[in-house]
């Protein structure tokens, strides 16, 4: 792969990594993860998202593990709620661990530059 570094108006970038990244990538990816992640934030917030179930199981758990009056209703048991609650942790992690791989790949254009004798 290639060591040159060219200058670009937001620092110096590894050609030979651009290249790369420009086969696998498109700058698109990054608006992908915007809307992505403002759809992700409006479940989080709709009846029934995580918001709401981590809320109902705070709840449950205060009342059994604490022995607080009985708070909030659910039609679920407390183990099946915090399975769904894990199901979603998880579609987000499973997200991020998307969005880590490109973030991974634009942070590597900073690489591999060639040594400066000047800079000593």
């Known amino acids: 792969m290639s060591t040159d570094v ?3 108006p937001f620092g110096r970038v590894n050609q030979g990594i651009l290249n790369a990244l420009k086969d696998d990538f498109s700058a698109i990816e990054i608006l992908k993860m915007v809307e992505e992640f403002d759809q992700r934030v409006q479940a989080f917030q709709e009846d029934g998202g995580l918001r709401a179930q981590l809320l109902t199981l705070h709840g449950m758990l ?3 593990m604490d022995g607080a009056q009985v708070t909030v209703s659910s039609e679920q048991t407390l183990p ?8 979603e942790v998880q579609e987000c992690l499973d997200m991020f661990g998307r969005w880590t791989a490109m973030l991974s790949l634009v942070r590597e254009l900073g690489t591999a530059e060639p040594f400066d004798s000047e800079e000593l």
């Open 6 to 8: 060219i200058d670009t």
């Open 62 to 64: 205060h009342t059994v």
């Open 80 to 87: 099946d709620l915090a399975s769904d609650a894990l199901d």
